[in-house]
Each structure stands twice: as structure tokens, then as C-alpha cells.
């Protein structure tokens, strides 16, 4: 087979390769299957411009009877004579620890990746060894551990022991690892001849290389720790450290009102869905894109 006619075949749609029949039904199940993933979103946000009574009697209707701000409205402290919830504090910390906890896995992590990929030093395979380990280990295992942990170095119930665990991740180091060992190590050694140092290489040379691998860790970062539940529900107990998921929590479980209040669950649970959905449908093309990609031109 030629290799332009290998190629086209490549890239050609796997459901383009059946007949038209089949392709048009292929497509018809796919797209029932959006709609089925789409619905319990729909519902969502319906329900939130709703009032209770209705939210109440007609839960599945996608039809609002006479829609409302009012669960809005008290989300963002603007409604009059009722009592609103503090979804703008639980916003703020979410903002304030999303933020740092993104910034330095980003940093952190791409640094000992590169350190575990490139410089020789002893033990560095039972490090990565450790590295592993760790990604194995469930989460909910080192749940009281941490607890222990904060709790002896005084950093319970404050902003330093909500940020500073989170910090550097496994996964992350992981997977900045695996992206600077494709890189050539051609590119290093001319820096290195140029009279680069390591730090140099790696700040000047491979990091900007890895664009790909650095956006994708930014947005894993950021859903992982904007969504992050467990650590803060050992790490907190006050109120004023509340983020989104366990200032929801409370809301949820009955800890902040009485009654369903069904469009102001929903209402908040689709507030602090959006950052996330925003992020990462406007950086979802470089999920499909080589780590590696442009890092060395023929």
C-alpha cells in the first residue's frame, strides 16, 4: 500500500470506514449517550431557577413553572429578608487554595520529575520506587495519619494545613518524569557546552519545551484541588476555613437550613462546577497532543 493511501487510512474515522447505514446509526447511539450524560447537567441547572415548591413536585422536569434568581440571589448575599448562606467566603477559600496548591504542585512537581529523570544520584530509583508506592496507596488510608500529622506541628485547622500538603503530587511527578525522559538529551548537552548549569537547562531549556505536560498538570492541579474534600474535612474545623465541597457539605446534610432547598443545592453545586468545565474545555486539545511534540524539528 502506498504511504499516502496508508496514511489516509490512518487517519480516516474509525466510523467512516463502515458503510452509511451502520455510520448513521454508530452516531445516533453516540449522541444518545451525550444526551444521557448531558441530562443530569440540564436538570441542574432547570431546577435552580425554580422555586422549592416546584423543585419539590416536578424534581425531573426541564420546563421551569416561572423561573426565579432567588437561589442565585442568596448565593451571592443579595437577597433581602431571607438568610444567606456564605458561598462567597466558601468561594474565596477555594480561589485562595486552588490557586497556591496549583501554582507550586506545578513547580514543585516538574522539578523532581526532572531530577528523578535527569540527575544521577544515589537512590534515586528507590525514591521513584517511593513515588510509586504512594500513588497506590487509597487516599482515605492516610486520612487519620494526616490528621496526626497536622495536628502535631500546630498547623490544624489553618490555611498553611490545607495548602502545605497538597503541595507536591505523586501523579504529577509522575508524569513530568516520563515527559523529560523523551526529551533528546541532545538539546541539554549543547546547553551544557554553552556554559548552562542544570537549574539553567532545566528553568531555560526543557521546561519551556514542555508546554503540553505543564498545562495538563496545571488543569489536573487545579480540578484536583479545587474538588479536593477529604483533606480539608481532617485539616479544618471552623467555619472560616470552609471551602466549596465542605461548606456544601454542611449545606447539604441539613447543617445550614431546613427544608429541600433543592434549587439552592443546585444553584451552588453548578456555581462551583463552572471554573472547572471553563478550564478544561478551553485546554482540552492538549490532552490529545504528544508530550513530546516540537520538542525536536528535523
Given amino acids: 500500500m502506498p504511504h499516502a493511501d496508508r496514511k489516509a487510512t490512518v487517519d480516516k474515522p474509525i466510523l467512516g470506514r463502515f ?46 413553572d416561572g423561573g426565579t434568581l432567588a437561589s442565585y ?11 444567606n448562606i456564605p458561598f ?12 497556591l496548591v496549583t501554582a507550586g504542585r ?18 534515586r530509583r528507590l525514591l521513584f520506587a517511593f513515588v510509586l508506592a504512594v500513588m497506590a496507596v487509597p487516599g482515605v488510608v492516610l486520612l487519620i ?16 494545613g490545607m495548602i502545605l500538603p497538597l503541595l507536591v503530587d505523586a501523579a504529577g511527578i509522575f508524569i513530568m518524569k516520563q515527559f523529560f525522559e ?15 548549569g542544570t537549574f539553567r537547562i532545566f528553568w531555560s531549556v526543557v521546561l519551556p519545551m514542555s508546554r503540553p505536560s505543564l498545562i495538563t498538570l496545571t ?8 474538588n479536593e474534600f477529604t483533606h480539608f474535612l481532617v485539616s479544618t474545623q471552623s467555619s472560616e476555613h470552609d471551602t466549596l465541597t465542605t461548606g456544601l457539605a454542611h449545606f447539604v446534610s441539613g447543617g445550614l437550613g431546613s427544608g429541600t432547598q433543592y434549587p439552592l443545592k443546585l444553584a451552588a453545586a453548578l456555581v462551583s462546577t463552572l471554573p472547572v468545565a471553563i478550564l478544561f ?8 497532543r504528544g508530550a513530546n511534540s516540537g520538542s525536536l524539528k528535523e
Fill in 19 to 64: 458503510p452509511r447505514p451502520l455510520r448513521i446509526l454508530g452516531y445516533a447511539v453516540l449522541l444518545g449517550f451525550a444526551l444521557l450524560y448531558l441530562l443530569p447537567f440540564l436538570l441542574q441547572l432547570v431546577n435552580s431557577f425554580k422555586t422549592d415548591p416546584d423543585a419539590a413536585a416536578n424534581p425531573m422536569s426541564v420546563l421551569p
Fill in 73 to 83: 440571589r442568596r448565593l451571592f448575599g443579595l437577597a433581602e429578608g431571607v438568610e
Fill in 88 to 99: 462567597l467566603r466558601w468561594l474565596g477559600n477555594s480561589v485562595l487554595v486552588t490557586v
Fill in 106 to 123: 506545578v513547580l514543585f512537581d516538574s522539578m523532581a520529575g526532572y531530577a528523578l529523570a535527569r540527575i544521577r544520584f544515589p537512590g
Fill in 145 to 160: 495519619p494526616k490528621f496526626l500529622v497536622l495536628k502535631s506541628f500546630g498547623m490544624f485547622d489553618s490555611y498553611t
Fill in 182 to 196: 523523551s526529551v533528546p538529551r541532545e538539546i541539554e548537552e549543547a546547553a551544557r557546552i554553552d556554559g548552562a
Fill in 219 to 226: 488543569v489536573l492541579s487545579f480540578q484536583g484541588s479545587w
Fill in 281 to 288: 474545555f478551553c485546554f482540552q486539545r492538549h490532552f490529545v
